[in-house]
């Protein structure tokens, strides 16, 4: 472990929930109609949801589990299944060894397959009965050390009153955050007061509201897929969607700040997470620009600017090079890192890289990204 003011924690890692979770732990009442695992007839992995087939999970089951490995195996049909992920993914015996190899003091735990079958599952009742079975099996999985490794609700929203009843059940149960689909469930936007009620519950609870991408079917780009372009499978789409994937985030934001929802909750603190930090500057300046300009078209009292500092704060990734200049401009504060493990996109000795990154700034400025602001921010 590292001493208190060198103190490490991850702020972004993934488990990769067992096949066997909702049969287990779903309600008695829905287990009949348990999420499950199944293989089509060319051996590709997808999800069964209700006893239908998840279309977009389909060959995606290996990218949740894929850090380290070739793009081509991961995209070779059947060549890996979802139960060949990494024991750490599965384990929490072996999450532990795996935090103490990488030098990390303290990890918090997001869901896998969730952001998949989260937003795919429209069924209200049921989504809410998957949701709970996940929430409490991370619990269990967390129990393993907890005071390592912490549980973040996932909070697929399709129902407000659903959502702050699931706000209210995992804060007493111990969760550090609630983690939402950055693109609405919902019929209405995140500027709507229609989703007061829930910011206000989480902002009761003193937790972060946490923005993750996910995959769905709606993301920019999709729409122009077609077979004149030799596009007609999903896999061959995850350049364009990781690119674009960002917006999803940015939209979130805008809403946000469109809805006034900063002076409403000046508590409630938002994370933006998987999609890097460099676009913070250019958005931001350009979001107090634009208010300057139209400021009158929302309800915002201050500079866009003024509540990224009091509010928000960004995931930072291994590959960023502007992260001392946009603490200077932000402040420490704002930052946090995490390593994305297991899925595709992990890059092996994330720490290593993000030390790299940080090692311009002070030492109390690096002591915040690489682990107080997130201790402070979950409350760990």
């Given at each position: 472990m590292n001493?208190p003011t ?6 972004h890692g993934?488990i990769m929930e067992p096949?066997?979770?909702?049969v287990d732990?779903v309600?008695?009442k829905?287990r009949?109609r348990a999420?499950e695992?199944a293989?089509?007839?060319?051996g590709?992995?997808h999800?069964v949801l209700?006893?239908?087939p998840?279309?977009y999970?389909?060959?995606v089951?290996a990218?949740?589990g894929g850090?380290g ?6 995209a070779?049909p059947?060549?890996?299944h979802y ?15 795996y935090l103490?190899k ?10 896998s397959?969730?952001?998949?079958w989260?937003?795919e599952?429209k069924d209200i009742?049921?989504?809410?009965a998957?949701?709970r079975a996940y ?10 050390d907890?005071?390592?490794?912490f ?5 697929p929203?399709l ?10 059940r995992?804060a007493?149960l111990?969760a ?7 693109t ?6 995140f500027?709507?007061k229609?989703y007061?009620p829930?910011w ?5 609870t003193?937790l972060p ?6 995959l769905?079917?709606e993301?920019?780009?999709h729409q122009f897929?077609n077979e004149?372009d030799?596009i ?8 364009l969607?990781?690119?674009?994937v ?5 939209a979130?934001?805008?809403?946000l700040?469109?809805g006034?929802v900063?002076d409403r909750?000046?508590?409630?603190n ?8 460099g676009w913070?500057?250019h958005?931001i ?10 400021g009158?078209a ?5 500079l866009?600017?003024?509540?990224f ?6 995931g ?7 992260i001392p200049e946009?603490?200077?401009v932000y402040?420490a504060?704002?930052f946090i890192?995490?390593t994305d493990?297991p899925?595709?996109?992990c ?5 290593p890289?993000?030390k790299?990154q940080?090692d311009q700034?002070?030492?109390?400025d690096?002591?915040?990204v ?5 201790k ?5």
């Amino acid at each position: 472990m590292n001493s208190p003011t060198d103190l490490v924690v991850d702020a972004h890692g993934h488990i990769m929930e067992p096949t066997n979770l909702w049969v287990d732990y779903v309600d008695p009442k829905f287990r009949d109609r348990a999420l499950e695992f199944a293989l089509s007839v060319e051996g590709i992995d997808h999800m069964v949801l209700d006893g239908e087939p998840s279309p977009y999970s389909y060959g995606v089951a290996a990218f949740v589990g894929g850090t380290g490995i070739e793009y081509e195996k991961l995209a070779e049909p059947g060549a890996i299944h979802y139960e060949d992920g990494p024991a750490p993914a599965f384990d929490p015996s072996a999450r532990l060894e795996y935090l103490d190899k990488e030098g990390i003091d303290l990890s918090l735990i997001y869901p896998s397959t969730g952001l998949i079958w989260g937003s795919e599952l429209k069924d209200i009742e049921l989504n809410d009965a998957y949701t709970r079975a996940y929430n409490n099996w991370a619990f269990d999985f967390c129990a393993e050390d907890p005071q390592r490794m912490f549980a973040i609700a996932f909070l697929p929203v399709l129902d407000i009153d659903i959502a702050i009843a699931e706000v209210r059940r995992t804060a007493k149960l111990g969760a550090k955050g609630f983690v939402l689909f950055a693109t609405p469930l919902t019929a209405f936007g995140f500027w709507s007061k229609e989703y007061d009620p829930l910011w206000a519950e989480i902002e009761a609870t003193g937790l972060p509201l946490i923005f993750h991408p996910a995959l769905n079917e709606e993301f920019f780009g999709h729409q122009f897929a077609n077979e004149a372009d030799g596009i007609t499978d999903d896999r061959y789409l995850l350049y364009l969607e990781s690119c674009s994937v960002v917006l999803d985030l940015q939209a979130a934001l805008a809403q946000l700040f469109q809805g006034g929802v900063f002076d409403r909750f000046p508590k409630l603190n938002i994370v933006m997470l998987e999609i890097g930090a460099g676009w913070v500057w250019h958005y931001i300046e350009r979001a107090d620009v634009k208010y300057q300009r139209v400021g009158s078209a929302s309800p915002l009292k201050h500079l866009p600017s003024d509540y990224f500092r009091r509010q928000i704060v960004v995931g930072i990734e291994p590959h960023e090079t502007m992260i001392p200049e946009l603490i200077s401009v932000y402040g420490a504060q704002s930052f946090i890192w995490g390593t994305d493990y297991p899925h595709w996109d992990c890059v092996p000795d994330t720490l290593p890289l993000i030390k790299k990154q940080l090692d311009q700034l002070t030492k109390s400025d690096r002591a915040a990204v690489l682990g107080a602001n997130a201790k402070q921010l979950f409350r760990l």
